[in-house]
């Protein structure tokens, strides 16, 4: 089996280290999986060999990607040649005739090749029963000999995960998780009035009660704030810029979507700093948007 170890440690100073702004360690540990876009699922397999099967032993070898995470991660390059990454464990279902094993695939997202982090397919809470396999490019369980990325095999001996075609698997161990010593972030509550960098820190928005999902803002230079958003549907996600305006509660923000570009003029809660809300602007239509803060 191969399991992805060394380059994990730096793949995970990029995502503790290179977010300095946008909350605790606590907070993007909780988050990690999210955080892991197709940039850093191609990084997986340069240092080592994918692997075209794996028994359920062996992936219970694995971390968590954090302490807040229950189930390893693998990543997977499909028969198609896209990257997923799935959070997987497995367990009994009960039936008539006693215990079945079943694959439990917690959660997936698969990127599309031609555009970087829009997503080909997600899903959640997927259970795979013997001699089944999985279409991670269509987001399917499929029949075992018509296709897709793996099949889940069980007998009284063992349970083995065996990829499909030309599909391979990498496993990331989250024990290999850096302890990181960057200084906390600046708390938007320890002082009066609005700064800046209060606009810093993770968002959970919501536009037009129709697009919805979570932003990520750190501030650079002074004014500048750079970052992402992530969407809860489709869980793709797609490049923000903008500037903090005059007076400081006041912002201009840009979701680089994949062929529009949707602009949002915001202005921040000046007591606690705890939500903001303003104007959403695509193709021509003005809506309406909300933000809220997310909690330590």
């Known amino acids: 089996m191969t399991i992805y170890q060394r380059p994990v440690m730096k793949i995970f100073r990029l995502l503790l280290v290179g977010w300095p702004t946008i909350g605790t360690t606590a907070t993007l540990s909780a988050d990690v999986f999210e955080q892991h876009t197709s940039k850093y699922l191609r990084q997986v397999s340069e240092s080592t060999e994918g692997v075209s099967e794996i028994t359920l032993s062996d992936l219970h070898q694995l971390q968590p990607l954090s302490n807040t995470e229950t189930t390893p991660m693998v990543v997977i390059k499909t028969s198609e040649g896209q990257w997923t990454k799935a959070s997987m464990t497995w367990a009994f279902r009960k039936s008539e005739s006693g215990l079945t094993p079943i694959l439990t695939i917690e959660r997936f997202v698969t990127y599309r090749d031609d555009l970087s982090d829009v997503t080909a397919a997600s899903d959640e809470n997927i259970m795979l029963f013997s001699g089944f396999a999985y279409d991670f490019d269509i987001g399917q369980v499929v029949p075992a000999k018509n296709g897709g990325d793996l099949v889940f095999t069980a007998d ?84 923000v810029t903008g500037r903090v305006a005059s007076p400081p509660q006041h912002a201009k923000l840009t979701i680089q979507l994949d062929n529009a570009e949707q602009d949002l003029e915001t202005y921040m809660w000046t007591k606690d700093k705890s939500a903001m809300a303003g104007v959403s602007s695509l193709a021509g239509q003005t809506f309406g948007f909300y933000a809220t803060r997310e909690k330590e």
């Open 156 to 239: 009284n001996k063992q349970k083995n995960i065996q990829l499909l075609g030309s599909a391979k698997l990498w496993g990331v161990d989250g024990s290999q998780i850096p302890q990181t010593e960057d200084d906390e972030p600046p708390s938007p509550t320890d002082h009066a009035g609005v700064l800046p960098t209060d606009f810093a820190g993770v968002w959970n928005i919501s536009i037009d009660g129709r697009w919805a999902g979570r932003m990520r803002l750190k501030i650079q230079n002074g004014r500048i704030m750079t970052g992402t958003f992530t969407s809860e549907e489709t869980k793709s996600t797609y490049e």
